[in-house]
């Protein structure tokens, strides 16, 4: 690709502005980073126009959730909601590392209040309510602010009869917050239901990774479930099983074309396609609305 | 008296017992001075008995809630109900004896039970898989769930799992998947739900059959996000720093009720309620007593919402 192609593309791109959603520091432009995939070098800047996408093995890098954001929803029409909602230490969690300084560190590290980012989004025309995991935020995990968040997003899209979006990645449970952490599987888990039962479409994108209490709750309720190509999905990490079962684990476990395999997942699209793929599937699920309108 | 499983935090009581034990063996008549030292040992392990069950850190509740003879879900159901009838299956898959479901009678009371299962010797162990189910072990407890609903049967369930079990199988058959349906149809079953911690109560493994209208826990039972041991290997790479980590989950019973999340303590006979479990039955089943008794006037529709608000009110946030 020659720099005026480059240009040319950076032009084509749709690029929306995701609210106020901030920049984070760690990925500007002209930084070199290594693809998880194949080791080969990759520019950032070009990465991104590629929608972090490796150019050489196709490997899925992570994206911020401001890079998803912008990804999918139409120019302009990202409205973050509940951005207010932040996170506390209700446990005064201090074992090795203090809470509140993991917190600090994250928000730094990402730009980012919480590991979720919700709000009203059009994409290909449609209104829809988004909410994009980011990993970076202590591993995604949820905590009492992402099940808030969650939970007040399929309020809010059951109450404008909206379909719900989530892009979700996260490493389960935010352990610091005990308790309160666990029993926001069962909110989301309740919501999610709720705005199903109002007969509302809701389509979830796992990425790489989804693991714990955000897989086993919102994040596999949804009527259609999307994985992106090689994205680890599960219950228990890998780690985990294989210290339990004491064995190797078989090639490829846990990887989305092993959750397709295994019936656990719909499909698997690569992230070039997942705009326009999310905008036909929705024409399906919202059938019904369309006609009454 | 037979040997009993001796916990971690009683083994200095139990050395000191012991000494004792011996040095009463022994004929002291001509010796005074030692006979002096023998009722002082006896005073300070009556002082180090009161000392070890009375104060409880987390940690040793932790151990009390995994003693091999602490009472399980099936000492509850054979103490508590009548004309129980067990059901078997999840109908795709095979039955998982890690989870009990059934009918039973509490009085006059007809309900749905559901709960974890352990077992009680090796081989019943190696059946019930330690407790920790499979995905057909959450769909059993599923449709359990929905004839629940559909014949206005309240449901109890009793919680006693180190966690849903991790492992290949369980995975490829979708663990995740029958934790998170579970939670959705619990949410919304137009029935009252009762839940006892009884033991452990191992993250989303536990929680699947873990919340609803009311959360009693036994004094020494936990219900924890994380168990000490793995949040220890993360905070400190060593699963041996669990006693701080249990102390920082606030997952023991009293603290619990403390930050909001459970109902009800029932308390336990001083060392854990293998000690003598007939009181624990009787207090549990008095405690469900109470709480159907507040519950099955309201509506169907009436539970689901107040559920809701219940769970919608979990987690503390600045804003």
Redesign the interface.
């Given at each position: 690709m020659s720099i005026a192609d480059w240009f040319s593309a950076r032009e084509r791109r749709r690029y929306v502005r995701a609210g106020d959603v901030s920049v984070p520091a760690d990925v500007a432009d002209g930084v070199w980073v290594k693809c998880d995939g194949c080791g080969k070098t990759l520019y950032e800047g070009e990465l991104v126009e590629q929608l972090r996408v490796c150019r050489h093995c196709g490997h899925h890098l992570a994206m911020t959730a401001p890079q998803r954001i912008e990804s999918l929803a139409d120019e302009g029409s990202f409205e973050e909601t509940e951005k207010?909602?932040?996170?506390?230490d209700?446990?005064s969690?201090?074992?090795?590392?203090p809470y509140t300084e993991s917190l600090a560190s994250a928000r730094e590290k990402s730009g980012l209040e919480e590991a979720v980012v919700t709000g009203r989004a059009r994409i290909g025309g449609i209104p829809v309510m988004l909410a994009v995991m980011d990993f970076r935020f202590i591993g995604a995990s949820m905590?009492?602010?992402v099940?808030?968040k969650i939970?007040r997003l399929f309020e809010q899209a059951t109450a404008a009869r909206l379909p719900v979006i989530i892009v979700t990645a996260s490493g389960g449970?935010?352990?610091q917050?005990?308790?309160?952490?666990?029993?926001?599987?069962?909110?989301t888990?309740?919501a999610?239901?709720?705005h199903s039962?109002a007969g509302l479409a809701y389509v979830s994108v796992l990425t790489n990774p989804t693991y714990?209490?955000v897989?086993?709750?919102?994040?596999?309720?949804a009527d259609v479930l999307i994985a992106e190509p090689g994205a680890m999905i599960?219950?228990?990490g890998p780690r985990?099983?294989e210290q339990?079962?004491r064995?190797k684990?078989?090639k490829g476990?846990?990887t989305a074309e092993f959750m397709l395999e295994?019936?656990?997942v719909d499909e698997v699209v690569p992230r070039a396609e997942l705009r326009e793929h999310l905008v036909t599937l929705l024409g399906y699920l919202r059938a019904r609305q369309d006609r009454a309108s | 008296m037979a040997r009993r499983h001796i916990m971690e935090f009683e083994r200095p009581l139990v050395e000191l017992e012991s000494k004792l034990a011996e040095l009463r063996r022994l004929d002291l008549t001509g010796d005074p001075q030692l006979l002096l030292e023998v009722s002082a040992l006896a005073e300070e392990i009556e002082r180090l008995r009161r000392e070890t069950y009375e104060h409880l850190d987390p940690w040793a509740r932790v151990q009390i809630s995994r003693h091999p003879e602490r009472p399980k879900t099936d000492d509850y159901v054979t103490a508590l109900f009548t004309d129980v009838i067990e059901i078997h299956g999840d109908r795709a898959y095979g039955d998982d004896e890690a989870i009990f479901a059934g009918f039973g009678t509490y009085g006059t009371r007809k309900l749905v039970i559901l709960g974890h299962r352990k077992g009680t010797d090796t081989k019943s162990n190696v059946r019930r898989n330690f407790g920790s189910p499979h995905p057909e072990g959450y769909r059993k407890a599923m449709r359990a769930m929905r004839l629940a609903d559909k014949f206005g049967l309240p449901i109890v369930t009793f919680l006693d799992t180190a966690g849903?079990?991790?492992?290949?199988e369980?995975?490829?058959?979708?663990?995740?998947?029958a934790?998170?349906?579970s939670?959705?149809?619990?949410?919304?079953v137009r029935v009252p739900v009762v839940v006892f911690g009884i033991g452990e109560g191992g993250?989303?493994g536990a929680?699947?059959i873990g919340?609803g209208d009311r959360l009693i826990m036994l004094e020494n039972a936990y219900?924890?996000?994380?168990s000490p041991e793995?949040?220890s290997n993360?905070?400190?790479k060593d699963p041996g720093?669990a006693k701080?980590?249990a102390?920082?989950?606030?997952?023991t019973a009293d603290e619990?009720v403390a930050?909001g999340?459970a109902d009800e303590v029932v308390r336990e006979p001083l060392g854990g309620a293998h000690r003598d479990p007939a009181p624990v039955f009787e207090a549990v089943g008095a405690a469900l007593a109470r709480a159907l008794d507040e519950l099955v006037s309201q509506e169907g529709h009436e539970l689901v919402e107040r559920?809701?608000a219940r769970?919608?009110e979990?987690?503390?946030?600045?804003?």
């Open positions: 207010g909602l932040t996170p506390v209700p446990l969690f201090a074992a090795a590392k905590g009492s602010v099940g808030e939970a449970a935010r352990m917050e005990g308790m309160f952490s666990l029993m926001q599987m069962a909110k888990a309740a999610a239901k709720r039962d714990g209490g897989t086993a709750s919102f994040a596999v309720l599960g219950f228990a985990l099983v339990t079962i064995q684990l078989p476990f846990q295994h019936g656990m | 849903a079990y991790p492992g290949i369980a995975e490829e058959r979708g663990q995740a998947l934790i998170a349906e939670l959705a149809l619990l949410s919304g993250s989303g929680l699947a919340f219900y924890s996000v994380i793995m949040c993360i905070l400190y720093q701080t980590a102390e920082c989950l606030k997952m619990l930050i999340i559920r809701y769970l919608r979990i987690g503390e946030y600045g804003s």
